[in-house]
C-alpha cells in the first residue's frame, strides 16, 4: 500500500509541474501575443529535461552498479527508487535460491546411490560424489561425454539403446571390484534424463545364499518324502480282506496323509523349478529350441481334462498350429501348465476354460480364460509373489503351493515375455502370456 502510494505521488507531482509549465507558456505566450511558439518551447524544454532524466537512468542501468544511483528529479527519481527496491527483491531470491541448489547439492552429493544428470542427446551434465566411486566416473573425462561411453557395458548400452525405461536394470560391474548395480533411468523437464545406480551387490549375495539354501533343503527332504510316501502308498493299498481291524479303520488316515505326502512333493519340485530359473535366468544357452506350441497344448489339454473329469469341466483350445516359439520347452510346459491348472482349481464345476494360441499384433500370445471365482483388484499387482494367495483357505483346499505364478513370471523373463491380468471378481479371470515378435517360429507358411 504505501509503495503504491508512493507511486502516486510522484505521478501526481508530475502532473503539476506539466500543468504548471503549460500555465506559465500561456501566460507568457498571452503577454508576447504569440501563444503556439511559448508552448512548443515550454513543452520542448520538458520533453528535453525527460530525455536527460532517461539518458541517466538507462546509463545507470547498463553499468550494472546499481549502488551508485543517479542524480534524477522527479517520476525518475521514483522509478530509480523502485528499480532499487526490485533489485533488493531479485538479490534475495537469488541467495534463497543459491542456499537452496547448494542444500540440494549437498544431498545428492550424501547420497549413496550415483546420480548422473544426462541431456537429451543422452550427455553427461553433471553427476554426484557416489557416481565417482561407483560408476568410476571423472570429471574431465565424463561431463558432456555420452552416457553409453563412460558406462561401457553391454546390456546397459542396450537398455539405453531401446529407450524402454518403465523397467530397472541389474548388470554386474567389475571396473570397481566384483559387484552388482541395479540401474534406473527416469524422464524429467524437456527431455532430460536422471540415471541412479544402487549397489545391490550384498542382495544379490543373500539371494544366492536363499537360492542355495532352498534347492539343498528341498534336494535333502525329497529321499525322506519319497520313503514315507512310499509307505503310506503300501499300507493305503493293503488288502482289506488280509488287514487286521486297527489298519481298516486307519485307511482314512493313511489316505489324508498320503494327499499331504503328495502336496508337498508338488512344493518341493515347484521350490526346485523357481531356485533353477533364478540361477540360471541370465542366461539364454537353453532358449534355442525350436517348439511346437500345438503339440505342448493337446498334452496340456489332456492332462487338463484328467485332472477334474469328475466335475465335467468345459476346456476348449483355439490354437495356430503352424505358429511356434524359439525357448526352453521344458519351462514353457510348466508355465503354460501352471496357468492352466490355476483355472481349473478357481473355477466351479461345470465351468468354461478356454485356451488361445495366436499372432496378434506381431506378438505371439497364449491366453487362459475362465468364468471362475476372479480376482480383486487389490490383489492382482501381487499375485505373481511367492506364496502369496488371494484366499489361503481355498488355496489350501485346491492343492495349491504357492508358487505357481511366480515360476510363470521367471519363464516369461527369461523369454523376454510379459503377463498380462484381467479380472473381475465374481466374473472370472484371463491370463495372457505375450511373446516378442524375435521368438516367433512358423513350422510351415504361415501368413
Known amino acids: 500500500m504505501m509503495q503504491n502510494s508512493q507511486v502516486k505521488n510522484a505521478i501526481r507531482g508530475e502532473i503539476y509541474w506539466l500543468t504548471l509549465i503549460l500555465t506559465i507558456g500561456l501566460i507568457v505566450g498571452f503577454l508576447l501575443e504569440n501563444i503556439s511558439l511559448v508552448l512548443v518551447f515550454a513543452l520542448s524544454f520538458y520533453i528535453f529535461f525527460h530525455l536527460v532524466q532517461l539518458a541517466k537512468v538507462l546509463k545507470w542501468i547498463a553499468s550494472g552498479r546499481m549502488v551508485q544511483t543517479p542524480n534524477t528529479h522527479g517520476v525518475w527519481n521514483e522509478f530509480v527508487r523502485q528499480a532499487l527496491k526490485l533489485e533488493r527483491k531479485n538479490q534475495k531470491r537469488k541467495k534463497r535460491l543459491r542456499a537452496l541448489l547448494n542444500r540440494f547439492n549437498k544431498v545428492l552429493a550424501a547420497l549413496p546411490d550415483a546420480i548422473v544428470i ?4 543422452g550427455g553427461v551434465e553433471w553427476f554426484n560424489e557416489s557416481a565417482r566411486h561407483l560408476l568410476n566416473m571423472r570429471h574431465a573425462r565424463d561431463l558432456g561425454r555420452h552416457i553409453t561411453h563412460s558406462l561401457e557395458n553391454r546390456a546397459f548400452i542396450k ?3 531401446q529407450q524402454d525405461f518403465d523397467n530397472s536394470l541389474n548388470i554386474h560391474w567389475p571396473k570397481k571390484g566384483d559387484f552388482y548395480l541395479n540401474i534406473r533411468i527416469a524422464r524429467y523437464g524437456k527431455k532430460q ?4 545406480a544402487r549397489d545391490i551387490t550384498r542382495m544379490r549375495q543373500l539371494e544366492g545364499v536363499r537360492n542355495l539354501f532352498v534347492a539343498n533343503v528341498s534336494h535333502e527332504l525329497r529321499t525322506p518324502l519319497t520313503v514315507v510316501a512310499g509307505y503310506l502308498e503300501l499300507l493305503s493299498d493293503t488288502d482289506n480282506s488280509q488287514a487286521g481291524a486297527d489298519i481298516q479303520a486307519l485307511q482314512p488316515i493313511f489316505a489324508q496323509m498320503n494327499q499331504q505326502a503328495d502336496r508337498m512333493t508338488n512344493l518341493l519340485d515347484d521350490l526346485l523349478m523357481l531356485s533353477n530359473l533364478e540361477n540360471k535366468e541370465n542366461h539364454d544357452s537353453t532358449l534355442n529350441e525350436t517348439i511346437c506350441i500345438a503339440d505342448m497344448m493337446r498334452d496340456i489339454h489332456r492332462d487338463a481334462q484328467m485332472l477334474k473329469r469328475e466335475d465335467r469341466y468345459s476346456v476348449s483350445c483355439d490354437i495356430d498350429k503352424g505358429l511356434a516359439l524359439i525357448g526352453n520347452a521344458k519351462e514353457l510346459h510348466s508355465a503354460f501348465n501352471n496357468l492352466v491348472t490355476n483355472a481349473l482349481r478357481y473355477t466351479p464345476a461345470g465351468g468354461e476354460i478356454k485356451i488361445i494360441w495366436m499372432k496378434k499384433n ?9 468364468n471362475g471365482i476372479g ?8 499375485i505373481t509373489e511367492r506364496f502369496y494367495r488371494v484366499d489361503k483357505g481355498r488355496s489350501r483346499n485346491t492343492g495349491g503351493t504357492g508358487l505357481g505364478l511366480a515360476i510363470v513370471k521367471h519363464v516369461l523373463h527369461k523369454h523376454n515375455a510379459n503377463l498380462n491380468v484381467a479380472s473381475e471378481f465374481g466374473k472370472g479371470s484371463c491370463f495372457t502370456c505375450v511373446f516378442p515378435e524375435h521368438r516367433i517360429r512358423y513350422l510351415f507358411d504361415n501368413p
Open 118 to 121: 544426462l541431456d537429451e542427446y
Open 159 to 161: 537398455y539405453y539403446n
Open 193 to 196: 534424463y536422471l540415471l541412479s
Open 362 to 370: 506381431n506378438q505371439a500370445c497364449f491366453s487362459v480364460q475362465d
Open 375 to 382: 480376482i480383486e483388484a487389490k490383489h492382482i499387482n501381487r
